[in-house]
């Protein structure tokens, strides 16, 4: 019952190293979504996806990759991390509303902290 | 395309103050969902509230009281006889309502920083 995982917690990075950041669910939601905080932005969506196999843009894109290999997780990617990437990434989860357009919400993860130097 | 504006930053009342948070939001469609959520200094995310654009009327849950005025595309928060542990940074977030995926995805505003005084 651990609903969205984000792996890993913490992390410092130098500028122009590569990583990515894991995201697991287990409660086979279809949606899933990476979000950046910064300070006085709020949350932007930077990728997110609608189904195994598929991505699509969000607000702030660029200088990421996604993949969505497997329905229970979604992997951020940064090729080349630069110190405008430091943030806060959140990310979540959703249920496929289905011919009802409705919404059951969303789950998040507890957050990663990147650090770029 | 859907925006979300919180025009308050930062907000401090001393404790036992009742306090507003506003949230006024810009869509398109008919049908969408209005969201709070409260990021105490630990940093994670804490559901509040999700509000569906056909009901209107307003709900009360302990001390938290959401005001939703479609007239006005408002969706105020409330906090009544706030205490210490209210502080907090307090998003409002807006959902069109899904039809293919693409209309799923949750738009926050900037969030307001909220500081009880004891």
């Known amino acids: 019952n651990a609903g969205v995982t984000q792996t890993p917690k913490f992390r410092v990075l130098k500028t122009g190293q590569s990583m990515t950041l894991l995201c697991a669910q287990d409660?086979?939601?279809?949606?899933m979504y990476w979000y950046r905080q910064d300070p006085g932005m709020g949350l932007r969506l930077i990728h997110y996806?609608?189904?195994?196999?598929?991505?699509a843009k969000g607000e702030v894109p660029d200088g990421y990759n996604v993949s969505r290999l497997k329905k229970q997780n979604f992997l951020l990617g940064l090729e080349s991390a630069a110190p405008s990437q430091t943030s806060v990434y959140f990310c979540?989860?959703?249920?496929?509303?289905?011919?009802?357009?409705?919404?059951?919400?969303?789950?998040f993860g507890s957050g990663t902290r990147l650090t770029v130097v | 395309a859907q925006k979300v504006t919180q025009a308050q930053t930062e907000i401090s009342v001393v404790e036992k103050e009742d306090v507003t948070l506003d949230c006024v939001y810009e869509t398109r469609d008919t049908t969408y969902y209005l969201f709070w959520y409260k990021q105490p200094p630990s940093g994670e995310l804490v559901f509040l509230i999700r509000?569906?654009?056909?009901?209107?009327q307003n709900e009360i849950s302990g001390r938290y009281s959401w005001n939703f005025q479609k007239s006005t595309s408002s969706f105020n928060f409330t906090i009544t006889a706030s205490q210490v542990v209210d502080s907090a940074v307090y998003f409002c977030a807006l959902s069109e309502a899904d039809r293919t995926g693409a209309n799923s995805k949750l738009t926050f505003g900037k969030g307001i920083t909220l500081s009880v005084r004891p």
């Open positions: 979540a989860s959703s249920l496929r509303a289905g011919t009802g357009r409705a919404n059951y919400g969303y789950t």
């Open positions: 509000r569906n654009s056909f009901d209107e």
């Open positions: 996806s609608v189904g195994e196999g598929t991505t």
């Open positions: 409660m086979n939601h279809e949606y």
